[in-house]
């Protein structure tokens, strides 16, 4: 009787649900308890003690009962200090750099239009355009250096009238920036939007934000969470104010909690600390890239990030990904993911001991 109740449910559900969202399938986060944690593109520093007590003391202050600041009016302010946001330019925030993503999906979809990006590249782009029923074209990178197909990209452009266009700078999963050159060629042939995703800029030291001013199509987008606060979940967006207040239109109120305004606004006063852990990352990033290539049969891919791209023995991906995690160290397998990554691993940036962990663990895997 109960399974009968249940089946008329699903099919009510079935017959309601959109049904290009009964076809997705939601990705799922490895457990990784107990684990050396290198999948997922973390700093993996925690603050330093009397950080965290002074936050923990400062926070008794915070009214939990009364509605966040909808407009993040200290926390802009602050960004806009620490990283020279150029002052005619608006400012917009979003729950992880993610939510800006759905912002902007909402803002420019409609029948027909697409989006373009060059693949691979960082999954939620073509996610959040199916979310929102657009068309997702991929054009694929150069194979041997992932660097932009430039003739390709163009010709796409043309073809597919791109009503948005990501281009994540460093990419992810790949690690290597596009040139300003690249960039500036494609803002000047698409009539659409193009956002530059900066999420590791801190790792990269390269950024289009002072380019602002010279395109009416150019946005650029940030995050706070490779560079320690992914659990706070904050993006900004930077552009002309003529796009960014018409976003904006679309964006929930109180879209950034109390919490994460508080949070955020604290840690940006101490951001020399998060200076420091990203430039430790980028010293050892050195080492474990070194310490990857000096292996037989392995290639190790330049990266401007806190993850460095690397291809093992054809056919030995599985078995390598399968053997560090053995070993307790979990990093992200994309052999399966494109042609273009046929073979290849991705391992974040660590504390010392874990890439001294890793690389032996790796060293005895391949
Ligand atoms: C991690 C990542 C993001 C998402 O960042 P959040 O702010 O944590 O949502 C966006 N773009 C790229 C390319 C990323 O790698």
């Not at 291809?311 to 399966?336: M, P, T």
């Amino acid at each position: 009787m109960a399974a009968m109740i249940v089946d008329k449910r699903d099919e009510k559900i079935i017959h309601l649900i959109r049904p290009d969202v009964q076809k997705m399938q939601t990705s799922h986060v490895p457990p990784s308890r107990g684990m050396i944690k290198l999948d997922a593109r973390e700093n993996p520093y925690t603050w330093p003690a009397y950080l965290r007590g002074e936050w923990l003391e400062e926070m008794q202050a915070v009214s939990l009962n009364r509605y966040p600041d909808p407009e993040s009016t200290d926390l802009k302010a602050r960004l806009r200090q620490v990283f020279d946001i150029p002052h005619n330019m608006e400012l917009m925030l979003g729950n992880g750099s993610d939510e800006l993503i759905q912002i902007i999906s909402l803002a420019m979809r409609g029948a027909g239009r697409k989006v373009l990006a060059a693949v691979p590249a960082f999954s939620r782009f073509q996610m959040i355009s199916a979310y929102a029923g657009m068309e997702f074209v991929g054009v694929p990178l150069n194979e041997e250096d992932f660097s932009l197909n430039m003739p390709a990209m163009l010709a796409a452009v043309k073809q597919h009238q791109p009503i948005v266009t990501y281009l994540a700078s460093p990419n992810n999963p790949t690690g290597n920036i596009y040139t300003r050159d690249e960039i500036a060629q494609l803002l000047g042939a698409t009539h659409g939007l193009v956002v530059v995703d900066e999420s590791y800029f801190g790792f990269s030291g390269e950024s289009m934000m002072s380019q602002l001013a010279c395109y009416d199509n150019l946005l650029v987008m940030r995050s706070l969470s490779k560079m320690g606060l992914a659990g706070l979940r904050l993006g900004y967006l930077m552009g002309n104010p003529r796009w960014i207040n018409q976003i904006n239109n679309l964006r929930l109120p109180f879209n950034i909690n109390t919490l994460t305004q508080f949070t955020a606004e604290f840690a940006l006063n101490y951001f020399d600390v998060f200076e420091e852990q990203i430039e430790q990352v980028r010293r050892d990033r050195v080492w474990v890239a070194e310490n990857i290539s000096r292996l037989k049969g392995v290639e190790v891919f330049p990266s401007e990030a806190n993850f460095i791209l690397f291809r093992v023995a054809k056919g030995r991906a599985n078995a390598v990904d399968a053997a560090l995690r053995q070993k307790g160290i979990l990093l992200r397998n994309l052999s399966d993911e494109s042609p273009l990554l046929r073979d290849c691993l991705r391992v974040t940036v660590g504390k010392p001991s874990e890439n001294v962990a890793f690389i032996s663990a790796l060293t005895s895997s391949v």
